[in-house]
């Protein structure tokens, strides 16, 4: 990571912490996670994804639901997110000073994003074994630095690539278990307006940038329940993972030159997750589907950002745990068409008394509708479309919180939060059932 200011030696480690979170942005699941793993248990609002069916991605919730298929399959998505969200800005003062900075807000704050997944699995008598790539956390933040909220952050940005490789072992007709061991990378980039320097001639104002990178290993295990045919009830868990982001902070003076190198370490932990799914064929041609998600986001309490050369410093953060529940029904239209849609509510980690711009997240509601079209007993596609409609919320930031010591004050509203996804997969079977052919007796 790369951090620029000019105040003195011992500015980073106030200002470290803030950026730090700073990519944590507007994302599609609680905190700065992202639920578009799949776009066939999108278009069910994800009702469902831990409990198997056609989509290869539940092996991403629930390892244990990988697909039994004989032979190989692979799975291609692509999902592009375009949410909004606004600030209104009410009142903010500058640091040290406390300047009237005015109430100059963002009109959209969150950019828009493409998320891709992948899978593969392949299965032979009661294993079978998978591959997934997928982004767990990330999107984007963007704020001009010249706002009336910049001491608490302008640009942010997370990249975030998970690889998993899993194993399913079927125990017997009613029981298949499952297990898996992923590595991480975490890449971010983080701007804010800050202090460039403190002198008896005044104070001068610029912005700082942090880039940083760092690899983490995790594991899940799931098991899959069939409780009659057409039933299944499948729990997957996914483990925390520690990142250890480090790079280097520059000093700055008031003309921008640099003046000094420090390493720096900032340490983040992702959150642990539990998920619980089931799926019911009512008839041939109906099927219910339902999730329960709890995500661990109250282990977030503290960010402990050292500087060397320059004390420690602790980023309070207060989050609660995330909640996600959503519902879902499918329909068998004929042999080649099948439809879907789901509802989904979700509890944000971040409450009115936490937020902060680089975090403008709020309790969501998930209105989905799907479809897969098999194209050939061999080659399928999935579509899926998703509406979110965000709460309001409010931002209340001061000095008061040793972490804001040099931020100033921000009092703020988070309006107009709403999210338009759109998502599409490609299924291929290499050994699906060749025709039959007829047998000629002349």
Known sequence: MILRHGLRRTAPALVLPALALACAGSAQAGGFGLREQSAYYQGSSFAGSAAGGAGLASMYWNPAALSFVPGMQVEGNVTYIAPHASIDVQRATGPITGANLGTYG?????????????YVSYAWDRIAVGVSV???????????????????????????????????????????????????????????????????????????????????????????????????????????????????????????????????????????QVTASFRSKLTPQWTLLGTVEWTNWSQLQQLVVVPTGANASVLDLGWRDGWFFSGGVEY?????????????YEISPVTDEVRNPRLPDTNRTWLSVGATYAWTEQLSLDFAYTHIFGQSGSINLSPADPANALRGTLVAEVNNGYVDIVSMAVRYKFDAPLPKTALIVK
């Open 106 to 118: 963002v009109s959209d704050i969150v950019d828009n994003a493409a998320v891709p997944a992948a």
């Open 134 to 272: 997928n982004a767990p956390f990330g999107l984007v933040t963007d704020a001009p630095c010249n706002w009336s909220g910049r001491y608490y952050g302008c640009y942010s940005r997370i990249y975030d690539v998970n690889v998993q490789g899993n194993v399913a072992y079927k125990v017997n007709d009613w029981l298949t278990i499952g297990g898996g061991v992923s590595v991480n990378y975490m890449d971010a980039r983080l701007t804010q307006g800050q202090i460039n320097g403190v002198s008896t001639q005044g104070i001068a104002y610029g912005s700082g940038q942090v880039d940083g990178d760092d690899i983490g290993l995790g594991f899940s295990v799931g098991a899959l329940f069939t409780l009659m045919p057409g039933t299944t009830v499948g729990v997957g868990y996914r483990t925390s993972i520690d990142q250890n982001l480090k790079g280097q902070v520059t000093i700055l003076n008031s003309s921008a030159t640099a003046i000094q190198l420090l390493p720096a370490n900032a340490g983040i932990t992702l959150p642990d």
């Open 332 to 344: 068998q239209w004929d042999a080649k068409l099948a439809l879907r849609a789901g509802l989904g």
